[in-house]
């Protein structure tokens, strides 16, 4: 685990993981890794340095923290339906974070019953590991990743403000 959730200063609950988000959908690992493959599309998808998404090799190389890794926190400031999936569930948050800037974010569940956690005051820690993508340098000139999120927890209560 990459949230330290036992040394949180108020309760927390992890709502999701990607290796058991892979072990639920196998093909997202195939899809995924077959992309990186695919030397016809030399501009799309993960370039693979670290080890084949979702691999034995991949996960040695995050836990070793050859892959750096970002841990985002705060305070939902606003939970919302984004995209065109005319969905009831929200999949999006705005979070206030300790700096006092606010950052969207998508809602990662492995069990859809826990979206209804997610709600106005409630606390997120959401760690990612940030993967190469393929296509080089990003717009600004530094490497391109992708965000993929490891881990995500909330608080049980809302309004719940760490010590």
Not at 33 to 42: E, H, M
Not at 66 to 87: C, E, N, P, W
Not at 96 to 115: C, F, H, Q, T, W
Request: hydrophobic share 40%.
């Amino acid at each position: 685990m990459f949230l330290q959730l036992d040394k949180a200063s108020i309760p927390m609950r992890l709502v999701y993981s990607l290796s058991q988000a892979l072990i639920d959908d196998p093909k997202d690992v195939a899809l995924t890794q077959a992309l990186t493959l695919d030397t016809t599309k030399p501009r799309l998808g993960l370039k693979g340095a670290h080890g084949l998404y979702g691999s034995q090799q991949w996960w040695i190389n995050i836990e070793q923290r050859k892959m750096q890794l970002l841990f985002i926190r705060g305070v939902i400031q606003r939970a919302y339906v984004t995209g065109m999936d005319h969905s009831d569930e929200n999949n999006t948050i705005d979070l206030l974070l300790d700096d006092n800037s606010i950052r969207m974010e998508g809602i990662y569940v492995n069990n859809k019953a826990d979206i209804k956690l997610f709600r106005v005051g409630c606390r997120v820690e959401l760690v990612c590991v940030l993967d190469e993508l393929k296509r080089q340098p990003a717009p600004d000139g530094s490497i391109n990743y992708l965000e993929i999120p490891l881990e995500m927890a909330i608080s049980l209560d809302a309004h719940a403000q760490p010590n």
